[in-house]
């Protein structure tokens, strides 16, 4: 940022002629007030909304548009949902056995467990792959671009699929997939309003919960009526994959992406589309929000921006954070009760496996659309740390009804893991989803593309990793192997506890501050940031959002 040695200054000697050069920003609300300071720390005029002084409910109201069109690009998260859920109910299918299965001295087929594993390893391949240039992509062509990127690799996914190709299948629709995951979140981190971001950022898991009940569903009636089928499942991909373009042809681009290649009249013409119609919105002054945390997170970088920027400084600690959340996902039992979840309730012995699937996606998608409602209200460190703890015990819970009969076909142990794991899955989905939001949240707005694919980089290793270590576990330890996952989950239990923030209702320039000031996390909640004394400001001066000029408490 421009004057960085201000920091130093008294308040009171700051020039305004020192203000104006602060950004390059044509208009500018510098002129009207001081700058604010706190703990030493001063803010570069504007940098947070005066829309965030609504209410949670007036802030959907006001912004019904920025909502539609949000959940409307998510749309592709179907196809992810798809995607994870297929690799375990395909594999349990009696057609997939038959055509990819290896036949015993009797006769009988089955799947070795180093085909099962690599099988549903190559969709975490088909992710890295897009990990080597996502972000390159997305900074340089745009957020939309990379919308229409991700509906490519899919749609070559659905192709090779449908012409009986099924490990190019996997590895295209995995691509798919890495797109959407590291770019959607991105776009609706920058477009969404700060006070309702999380549940807009997080519902791209309802999506893909629904996505997830899709497969199930199919593969449990084509188990029980057309069992030598399994591609008619398959097929059904087309229909998101038609539906999503559609949607992403009425998105408009992210104004940071235009803000960051100095396109203003670019930017404005994506925020007229964006924000059109909402009373007392103005938009140079949003605009110039958006260019001045661009410009001091600018200012901030050590050297030339690369990707190693996100290992340097305070962005390290922001990359660290979201690794930990990526890492808790895969080690969370994930793989035995989600992406093996036919597999690991038929080695337990239950009557319908694929029925148990249908039941753990339908609290899924419940248990994300509590998630999605209450982040905003409640806030997103509590929620995810307590779900952590919560789900780190029931995993021993699993491991331990071993010892109770639950597979040895004792229909009380079943129904019991049965419910434990409805337990498991409903407290897992906010974890699953909280590296997803602060994938977009915590990095600065010059490295958001760039700490997405390193962080999901490690998620997709870890998942290679399980999804092989897994099926062998399965067969060897059965219910148990939730002693292992819950093993593992202590240590990142406590270092979620000691690291992730609370980022409710923050904008970008408050993250950027509160790292800046090396605020511990658990303190972020009550702490008062600069940005925040310049909002008040500015409203005290020139009004609130509807114009009226009133004392902010």
């Not at 109201?61 to 995607?83: L, M």
């Not at 038959?98 to 190559?122: C, H, I, N, P």
């Not at 600690?317 to 690991?344: C, E, H, N, P, W």
Request: net charge neutral; aromatic share 12%; glycine share 8%.
């Amino acid at each position: 940022m421009a004057n960085n040695d201000i920091d130093s200054r008294p308040l009171e000697t700051v020039t305004s002629t020192e203000k104006a050069g602060i950004s390059h920003v044509e208009q500018s609300v510098l002129d009207d007030f001081s700058l604010a300071k706190v703990d030493g720390y001063v803010s570069y005029g504007l940098a947070k909304s005066r829309f965030d002084n609504l209410t949670i409910p007036q802030t959907i109201w006001t912004f019904k548009r920025v909502i539609i069109i949000i959940i409307s690009v998510y749309t592709g998260y179907i196809c992810e949902g798809f995607e994870l859920n297929s690799s375990g109910s395909v594999i349990a299918n009696a057609g997939f056995i038959k055509q990819f299965g290896s036949g015993d001295e009797t006769g009988v087929r089955s799947l070795s467990t180093t085909w099962v594993s690599t099988w549903s390893a190559l969709l975490n391949v088909g992710q890295i792959l897009t990990f080597t240039h996502v972000s390159w992509f997305a900074d340089k062509f745009g957020r939309k671009a990379s919308f229409y990127l991700a509906w490519t690799w899919l749609a070559l996914g659905c192709v090779f699929i449908n012409v009986a190709k099924q490990a190019l299948g996997k590895l295209c629709n995995g691509a798919g997939v890495g797109v959407l995951q590291v770019t959607c979140q991105i776009y609706a981190m920058e477009v969404s309003p700060n006070k309702i971001r999380g549940g807009l950022v997080t519902f791209q898991a309802v999506w893909s919960d629904i996505g997830g009940i899709i497969i199930a569903v199919m593969m449990q009636q084509l188990n029980s009526k057309y069992p030598d089928n399994y591609l008619l499942a398959m097929r059904i991909l087309w229909a998101p994959i038609g539906l999503m373009l559609i949607c992403w042809i009425l998105a408009p681009e992210s104004p940071w992406f235009h803000a960051r290649h100095g396109n203003k009249e670019k930017a404005l013409k994506s925020m007229r589309w964006l924000y059109g119609g909402v009373e007392g919105y103005d938009y140079e002054e949003e605009y110039s929000i958006i260019v001045k945390t661009i410009e001091h997170e600018k200012g901030l970088l050590t050297s030339k921006f690369n990707t190693l920027e996100i290992f340097k400084g305070i962005n390290l600690k922001r990359t660290l954070t979201v690794m930990v959340l990526s890492a808790g996902q895969q080690l969370a039992g994930l793989v035995i009760i989600s992406t093996y979840s036919t597999y690991f309730f038929s080695l337990a012995g239950l009557d319908d496996p694929f029925l148990c699937t249908v039941i753990i996606s339908c609290v899924n998608l419940f248990s994300m659309i509590c998630w999605c409602l209450s982040t905003d209200f409640v806030g997103r460190r509590l929620i995810v740390n307590c779900c952590q703890t919560f789900a780190t015990v029931i995993l021993f819970v699993v491991g331990a009804l071993w010892y109770t009969g639950a597979q040895d076909g004792s229909v009380t142990g079943g129904t019991v893991l049965l419910v434990i794991c409805c337990l498991w899955s409903f407290a897992f989905q906010p974890i699953g989803m909280s590296y997803y939001l602060y994938s977009a949240e915590l990095p600065s707005a010059f490295l958001r593309t760039k700490t997405g694919p390193v962080t999901f980089f490690v998620n997709s290793i870890l998942g290679i990793a399980t999804c092989y270590a897994t099926p062998p576990m399965l067969l060897k330890m059965g219910v148990r192997s939730g002693f292992v996952f819950g093993a593992f989950s202590v240590p990142i239990c406590i270092l979620m506890w000691l690291m992730v923030p609370e980022t409710k209702g923050r904008s970008a320039a408050e993250i950027d501050e509160l790292y800046e000031r090396k605020i511990p996390v658990w303190r972020w909640t009550k702490t008062v940031t600069a940005v925040e004394e310049e909002m008040q400001t500015v409203t005290q001066i020139k009004g609130d959002v509807r114009g009226e000029t009133k004392e902010i408490a």
